[in-house]
């Protein structure tokens, strides 16, 4: 089937006073194009890729706990870590190799991952409502927290962005073109999304569910290219399937420890999904509004005109797809924060967002027509842009500076690292090659060592299955934790000493000293048995 086929068969063509969001060949589509700057969205994406790669460059003096934990793991390439997926490790540490320490490279993968699923959102609202209506979807994607306020913080969720997107797009190919690659990739891109984070697997659910209740999905279970896609998706994901099976599930057992957050009592299954449901609803607030300005100009008699032709997309092939994408993912989270009580974080539900967009680019067709040539629209997407970028300067900046208490961020991390070497080369010869202690201590401390040592979190082997204990036993380690020595206690077979209460200090980025955190470290000599006690301090 051909790409105009495809968008023939899913939407209705809007009427003329709203404008074609992709209108054929003619003085008028070409006098439409023109209104507006064919630099103006690129302009716009990339001043914001660039903000969110520099801003918290600029700001911050450490990198967030979930970035650092990603790059000790990443040091040992793993099919898989007692909390997650391997994907995520692995690319903070092929930018480590190429960038090492510098914190504006992590900001940067970021904002790639991020630009890749601003590609895959692109390319699903051109397929399924034109190109103007793609540009206008990337814009509105760009006016969320998750891609802006939040996006400094890179972790597994980021990396699941960039792929739930391509997942979604490439099944909406699949299903509406009879050609078998599309499902090869769909199942290539759902199985790195996988390697990511598992809740991919909501996605995965919602869309075998779509598959299973429409004519056109029904129709893939007789043809060969699900099967195609389905063997593809094992093949990626067989080794991260033999390194659960050979290490106990312990990654399950981490989703089972963070589902500790349920409300006590019967108010905890009210206020759950509603918390839940209504950081979905702030998470698309900026778009709508930005589309309301946008649409401003039509008048009360359009608005109505716009309304009735939503209705009628709504209920277009593409329209359904969109909505259910979007939709059944935030009920079925609801549903179960209902029934359980368990709060759902913010951060799960970052990739839920991607279908917003695209279904409000195929639902106000003038937004695609009118929109983008309308200073209204553009200044209000600026506008909002920047008040994200305000925002997250108020959190590292003002919050910090008026409170006298540093965010995570605040913290110097290279202060940190210099001080454990500082307090390692006093007894011992070299630098140190393990550090243990908990994850943002010793994930610094690693970060910005001269020899980068490996984290021994917790001194648990579960936590960090790379270590070899016998060689940590005759090296021994640096210890760095918010947690002090018991004294007379041995920590992973080693006695510390010289144990001192660091004053780990922040600072805003204009020079306001903040409360200083305690750490505490410690030397923990190498030693040629394992210590049952240690002699008093």
Known sequence: ??????????????????????????????????????????????????????????????????????????????????????????????????FGSANWAYYALSQAFIATAFAAVWLVTRDIAGRRAALVAVVLLALTHFTTYAAPRFNPNTVQFAFWAWTMALFWRAVTRDRAVWWLLTGLVAGMGLLAKYSITVLLATLLAYLLLSPAGRRQF????????????????????????????????????????????????????????????????????????????????RIAVLLHLARRRLRSPAGCYLAFVYMVPIAALAFASAATGIRIRTMWGMSFVLAAPPLLALLLPALAATGLSAPRFRTAASALATTFVIGFAALMLVKPGLSGRPNIMNLDGPALSAAAEALWRKSQPGAPETVIGTIPEAGTVSLYGTARPQVFEDADPALSPWVDQGRLLRSGAVYASRREPVPGRPIAGLCPQDVTAFAWPARTALGTALESRTVWLAILPGRAAPAVTCPAA
């Not at 008028?28 to 690129?42: D, E, G, K, Q, Y």
């Not at 000790?72 to 997926?85: D, N, R, S, V």
């Not at 839940?276 to 300005?293: E, S």
């Open 1 to 98: 089937m051909s790409t105009e086929a495809v968008r023939s068969a899913s939407v209705t063509a809007p009427p003329a006073i709203l404008g074609n969001p992709h209108p054929g060949p003619g003085t008028a589509a070409r006098s439409t194009i023109r209104n507006i700057h064919p630099l103006w969205v690129p302009a716009f994406l990339g001043a914001s890729f660039l903000a969110w790669t520099l801003l918290p460059a600029l700001l911050a003096g450490n990198l967030h706990p979930d970035t650092l934990e990603g790059l000790y793991w990443g040091q040992h390439w793993l099919w898989g870590y007692h909390k997650h997926p391997p994907l995520a490790a692995w690319s903070s540490e092929i930018v480590h190799a190429a």
């Open 222 to 301: 007789a043809r060969p290219g699900l099967y195609l896609g389905l063997a593809a998706f094992l093949l990626v994901i067989a080794p991260h399937l033999l390194w659960l099976a050979q290490n106990d599930f312990s990654t399950l057992g981490y989703l089972a420890e963070r589902s500790d957050g349920t409300l006590v009592g019967p108010a905890g299954h009210l206020i759950a999904p509603l918390a839940f449901l209504g950081d979905q609803v702030f998470a698309i607030a900026p778009m709508l509004l930005a589309a309301a300005i946008g649409l401003t100009p039509l008048g009360r008699d």
